[in-house]
């Protein structure tokens, strides 16, 4: 049974935290509500491909309105709890009031494209590994960047910069400290924050703040959390297979993959033989081919 919202709570429970919704994804999503019979199954889907959406809607279902025992990630699960009615008004909500450029939308097509291909590897990796809660790697992999557009829209060479920090990536240097040397600040920051206002589990919102800190976590041994590690480990995997270092970071060769992969792989119990094979299977099943 669904719990219908109205538009205005749904307004109140999302102001704060905005990413714009992918264009191609809203027009989709435009068709399949004026369908004669529209699916929650299809909506699901395709909110699920979307960062901003995916996450509006889940802080919205994990809203204390709602009384859920355990905050949940996984987007069909909040589909259906929300209802038909509810996630129109959600989608509505989320609209684009004003037009990007079409700069705009190229720049974010890199953020949305590694967004949805990570996300659909993660839950690949999940599934191969023996991963537990394959929604919460998907969920990981589809928000990881999430501070990206909101860094891009304060800042507007912020993937000039960005492109920079993964080209300075070392055993001493991590993507973000180049960001916080211009910035003060740096997208796994502002994704954390970014995730626990969207109620986010709490070893996901730190996967998501640590996911440029994978170098002291695996290599010099931090005890961080066994949750947000596994997470951790299923991530790097998938932004090595699907090239996050190439189409983001404007780089030939993925440093912080090779600065940590024995010790990824070790974590996960896997060789690089294994994971070479794995890596060839993703990308025959065509994961991990974003162009840029």
């Not at 037009?99 to 494209?113: G, H, P, Q």
Request: glycine share 6%; with cysteine; net charge negative.
């Amino acid at each position: 049974m669904s719990l219908e919202l109205q538009p205005e709570q749904i307004r109140q429970a999302l102001q704060g935290i905005t990413i714009p919704p992918q264009p191609q994804v809203m027009v989709d999503l435009q068709l399949e509500q004026l369908a004669p019979d529209p699916s929650l199954k299809v909506i699901a889907q395709l909110i699920s491909q979307d960062p901003g959406l995916a996450g509006a809607l889940l802080k919205l279902v994990n809203a204390p309105c709602f009384g859920l025992a355990n905050r949940i990630t996984s987007i069909q699960r909040a589909v259906n709890l929300l209802g038909i009615n509810s996630v129109v008004n959600l989608i509505n909500a989320q609209s684009i009031k004003s037009e990007m450029s079409d700069e705009t939308i190229v720049t974010l097509n890199r953020f949305w494209d590694t967004a949805q291909d990570v996300a659909e590897t993660c839950l690949t990796l999940a599934k191969r590994t023996g991963y537990q809660a394959p929604d919460e790697a998907y969920a990981l992999g589809l928000f990881h960047n999430c501070g990206i557009p909101l860094m891009l829209g304060r800042f507007p060479h912020y993937m000039e910069v960005l492109e920079e920090a993964y080209g300075r990536v070392g055993p001493e240097r991590r993507v973000v400290d180049t960001e916080n040397h211009y910035f003060n600040t740096n997208h796994a920051v502002v994704g954390y924050y970014t995730a626990r206002s969207w109620r986010l589990p709490a070893h996901v919102a730190e996967a998501i703040s640590n996911h440029h800190n994978a170098h002291r976590i695996f290599v010099d041994g931090d005890a961080s959390s066994v949750p947000m590690k596994n997470l951790l480990a299923i991530l790097k995997m998938a932004e090595h297979i699907c090239g996050c270092y190439r189409v983001l970071g404007n780089q030939a060769q993925d440093a912080e993959w090779n600065l940590v992969s024995n010790q990824v792989l070790d974590y996960i119990g896997l060789s690089e033989y294994d994971f070479d094979m794995l890596k060839n299977n993703i990308l025959e099943m065509g994961l991990g081919h974003i162009h840029f």
